[in-house]
């Protein structure tokens, strides 16, 4: 019934950009709701507090409800969004096997040099002066941000330690991505017409819900990597492959801090120095480029082979 009465409607309608905009704004809205009163049932039922904004409990049960709303408040707005404007709804937030193994191959070297650029601009925010105001706001949020992360982060052993690469970089990676770049990003692009632009604005967004002043400039430049990662490769699986190697990479630094026992405070502090940031910037130009024309060959040996499958 669902595909008779909607599949025919949007065959004959097709939202413009602003309608898309306002049906997502609509969808992530009523989604926030939604999981705010379901994480609410569910830290009930898991007998967890949430005061203030923060969730008591143990470490595995803040990962647990943080998987759960994550994917209320960001996944599912993205995916009832996909189906209300396309027909093909997880193609059209860029579910697709076709890939090279070049392309996975250059991903892994951006990956690597996106973690020096990040540490890089993590020291550039350090020397960054901020009105007292917001300074004591940045503060009190980077704190509030620590204490989450401390709670999961605080990996004892190896059970720990997968636990943490599922709930704090495979599913945010997945989550995230199906949203800001699946639905986001393409809407951005689409309504202001300009592939620059809409990644920008995607990529501060993406940014900004993190709620860290001082990894603004990190994520804002990783967000414009995973957008670009995904703007030429049509593939949103390259990009959620690279988000969860930069998610990885933390998990386990951290991982292997404590083992060596080392306070988890400083591991989470880390930055690089500004000029070995200038030497992954450049080899990010460099691995872009490459990349670009890898998704490029991909997509051009996809079509020759679709239209042979066509005429054959």
């Known amino acids: 019934m669902y595909v008779l009465i909607f599949g025919s409607m949007k065959a004959q309608i097709r939202l413009n950009w602003p309608a898309q905009v306002a049906v997502l704004l609509g969808v992530v809205g009523v989604c926030m709701i939604l999981g705010a009163f379901g994480m609410q049932a569910l830290a009930s039922a898991m007998d967890v507090r949430i005061e203030n904004g923060s969730i008591g409990g143990t470490g595995r049960q803040l990962g ?18 996909a189906m209300v404007v396309s027909n093909k709804p997880m193609q059209h937030l860029g579910f697709n096997g076709v890939m090279g193994s070049r392309q996975i191959l250059l991903v892994l070297f951006i990956s690597a040099a996106a973690v020096a650029l990040s540490g890089a601009l993590a020291e550039v925010m350090e020397y960054i002066q901020l009105p007292a ?18 709670k999961i982060a605080t990996i ?31 809407t951005a692009v689409g309504l202001t017409r300009n592939a620059f632009v809409g990644i920008l604005i995607t990529s501060i967004l993406f940014s900004a819900i993190h709620f860290s002043v001082m ?21 949103l699986w390259l990009s959620i492959l690279m988000h969860f190697i930069n998610n990885a990479f933390v998990i386990t630094a951290l991982f292997v801090a404590q083992q060596k026992g080392r306070k988890i405070e400083d591991a989470i502090d880390e930055s690089m120095p500004v000029w070995f940031g200038l030497i992954a910037l450049a080899a990010i130009v460099w691995l872009m480029m490459n990349f670009r024309k890898a998704s490029d060959e991909v997509q051009t040996a996809h079509q020759h082979d679709t239209q042979e499958t066509l005429l054959g």
């Open 64 to 81: 647990i409800l943080n998987s759960v709303g994550s994917f209320l408040i960001i996944c599912l707005p993205a995916l009832i969004f």
């Open 133 to 150: 105001s917001l300074k004591k706001m940045a503060d009190a949020m980077e704190e509030s941000y620590k204490r989450e992360v401390l």
């Open 156 to 186: 004892k052993n190896v059970g720990d330690y997968l636990f943490a690469l599922l709930v704090i970089a495979l599913l945010p990676a997945l989550f995230e991505e199906i949203l800001f770049r699946g639905a986001v990003q393409q």
């Open 215 to 235: 990894g603004f400039l990190s994520r804002t430049a990783l967000g414009l990597l995973l957008g670009y990662v995904f703007y030429y490769s049509k593939n």
